[in-house]
């Protein structure tokens, strides 16, 4: 069964600093992998994700994810964060062609200092 | 606008009461699921249905229970059963041939 590892609950950045949120996830092929973002009090929204082909994903609010299969790891990236980026984030994996169900990791709490 | 609601935003239960969570969709989308979310705990899956009149239990469905009447729509009873049931509750649906969910905005469950 697929997993997936979210290792840092909380992260603290500056704005306008460089942001990295690592995933690691437990799958015997290439799975399919998502990032969501949420904002308190609110539902999941969908940043991006990977199925196949070009392993550098580029998403929404200018984040981006790399898929490193020797890793197993999908980390998301923003080359520069805006205070409007504190939400919490997720990290996903979805097994082709086995179920429809996706296993969420326990998600990272970004805060931003001004 | 095409997209998911969840209704009512806020639920408050007395104890040995059944309440029931609305979710539909108007994206025509073959699949919807039902997910809890605590604290630190992520989101783990009570309920799916890839079809309507047909509906799977998910990781903790035991307190829970679900119909899927209508293609729109798919709503959640939390029963007295559940004895822990203060939660934020959120309703993703998926059409067939892609596997991203997309999720409403959630109901808070809180207990009197």
């Known amino acids: 069964a697929q997993s997936v590892t979210q290792p840092d609950i909380h992260i603290t950045v500056s704005e306008g600093a460089s942001l990295e949120l690592r995933c690691n996830y437990s799958?015997?092929?290439?799975?399919?992998l998502f990032w969501y973002v949420q904002s308190p009090g609110q539902g999941l929204q969908l940043l991006l994700k990977y199925f196949s082909g070009d392993t550098l994903v580029q998403g929404i609010k200018g984040f981006e994810a790399e898929f490193k299969r020797s890793q197993s790891s999908f980390n998301l990236r923003k080359p520069s964060v805006h205070w409007s980026d504190a939400a919490e984030y997720f990290c996903a994996v979805g097994a082709p062609n086995r179920d429809d169900k996706i296993i969420f990791g326990k998600g990272t709490r970004l805060h931003i200092l001004p | 606008d095409g997209g998911i609601t969840q209704s009512p935003k806020y639920l408050f239960r007395k104890e040995g009461q059944n309440v029931t969570l609305s979710c539909e969709q108007n994206?025509?989308?073959?699949?919807m699921y039902w997910y809890r979310q605590d604290p630190g705990q992520g989101l783990r899956l009570i309920y799916y249905?890839?079809?309507?009149?047909?509906?799977q239990k998910g990781d903790i469905a035991e307190g829970y229970s679900v119909s899927r009447e209508k293609k729109e729509s798919f709503p959640l009873t939390v029963t007295s059963a559940q004895k822990n049931p203060t939660a934020f509750y959120l309703c993703?649906?998926?059409?067939?041939?892609?596997?991203?969910?997309?999720f409403g905005p959630g109901t808070r469950l809180l207990v009197l």
């Open positions: 993703a649906s998926r059409t067939t041939g892609t596997e991203t969910q997309y």
């Open positions: 799958y015997g092929a290439t799975p399919y």
């Open positions: 994206l025509n989308h073959d699949a």
């Open positions: 249905s890839q079809i309507v009149n047909d509906f």
